[in-house]
């Protein structure tokens, strides 16, 4: 999963990664390379920036925020960069070792003293590090409603404070989340004195706001080819996410995912969280059904939504990998947890595990399973009539004694030989071309429906008729041929 990372500080930076663009004092700064690749450089109108001026002010430090509150690990496996944790947090640490490679070293001076890990009841994570001077100072990182609230001075180029401007700042964020972009917004604390604990009463206000980092992971040609083959295949896709409602429209959008409004005209339509506390519960089902994307949604409100596509009789799966989307997993129908990048608590509750984190396998898991389903239907409808004339035949000639048609000996053998060889062909028959244009199978529909079973009973009948018929025309044969007179 390559991240492409773009930061922002505002009123100074913003940053474009991968001819994405960051803009510093009003300015704008162009960063070359793509994904977790370190080698690039910070380009203004063309023009290489000097080490001096990446390594100063508000740029520096939503840089060095981004690096030091983070859990990540950017490594190298087989000699490729590879992230260790979330991509969002390593696309931060690129951004960091962009800037300037002898950077990093130096960030990581900062010792951390204690964390505050993200929860989506806070939707922010904080880090306490001891600082060279002497003091200590608070990294604050997440969503922008919730960084800017606890802000009430910017930093401005050179590294001074200014009075913070929400406004321009949230017209900021629009602005970038109607592009898809994924939006981070920094902050720090200084200090006095030493402590060892970090609390969220140390984080509520009085903080200096740095600026936002941008990032974007494109979605990958083969998801969007998945979401297509769900849709033709019946499978409704609905997004829930913690981003910003404009960014996870836009990629919903991108990733071509459909409105379930009863109109032609109908448009994608997203909830926030906020406007899903206000639904009372008879409600909720409407509208999670017409609805295809939430954002900025919490633990409680996810479960809440699978346990709305419950009740309308939809069989839900549910993806997941963090903590929060545990009892979500728990109750869906069917659980999928991260294999990659999903925490134990995820992998644990969910039923089954993503291996790749890749949404293209969920399409290729459905559509293999809707032909192993059909061959499974298949050998039963070929296998059962078959056994059903036999023992048809057998029974009749039972209770109207007559002499077996068949010998217990030669029906081992047919089945045996049935089974193995004719049976073997169907259950391994490659999957027809429209299985993934059929509407889903409710549950409640049988395996052997109301018409399989009639053609069943009626090809059984059949088949024990012309048993019955071969036997009769045998035993005529042979009593013609031993009538007396017959030619030797």
Sequence with gaps: MDA????????VIVIRNATRQKIASEQA???????????????RKGDKVPVTVLGTGALREV???????????????????????????????????KAERSLGVQLRRFSRMDTISFESEYQYMATLHNADDGGQIVYLKGSVEQIIIRCSEEM???????????????????????????????????????????KHEDVAGGMLFLGLQEMIDPPRQEAINA???????????KMITGDHVLT????????????????????????????????????????VEETSV???VTPEQKLRLVKALQSRGFIVAMTGDGVNDAPALKQANIGVAMGLNGTEIAKEAADMILTDDNFASIEAAVEEGRGVFDNLRKFIIWTIPTNLGESLAVVVAIFAGLSLPILPV???WVNMTTATCLGMMLAFEIREKDVMNRPPRSPQTPILTKGLVLRTVWVGTFLASGLFGLFFMNRAGELLWQRPGRLL
């Design 227 to 237: 979401v297509k083959a769900c849709h033709a295949a019946g499978i409704r896709i």
């Design 63 to 97: 840089l060095t925020a981004g690096l030091v509150c983070n859990d990540s690990r950017l490594v190298v496996i087989n000699g490729l960069n590879q992230i260790e944790g979330d991509p969002t947090e390593g696309a931060l640490l690129v951004s960091a070792e």
């Design 294 to 296: 939430f954002a900025r």
């Design 4 to 11: 492409l990372s773009r930061s922002m500080v505002t009123p």
């Design 29 to 43: 700064y162009e960063v070359s390379g793509t994904g977790y690749v370190t080698e690039g450089v910070f380009q």
């Design 248 to 287: 996870a429209t836009a990629i919903a959008q991108q990733l071509g995912i459909k409105a379930y409004l009863n109109r032609v005209d109908a448009s994608l339509k997203a909830v926030t969280g906020k406007e899903l506390e206000f639904v009372r519960e008879e409600q909720l089902p409407d509208l």
């Design 156 to 198: 401005d180029a050179t590294g001074g404070s200014v009075p913070i401007d929400r406004l321009r700042i949230q017209r900021q964020v629009q602005e970038s989340a109607s592009r898809g972009l994924r939006v981070l917004a920094f902050a720090r604390l200084d200090i006095d004195g030493r402590r060892t604990t970090l």
């Design 410 to 412: 030669q029906l081992l």
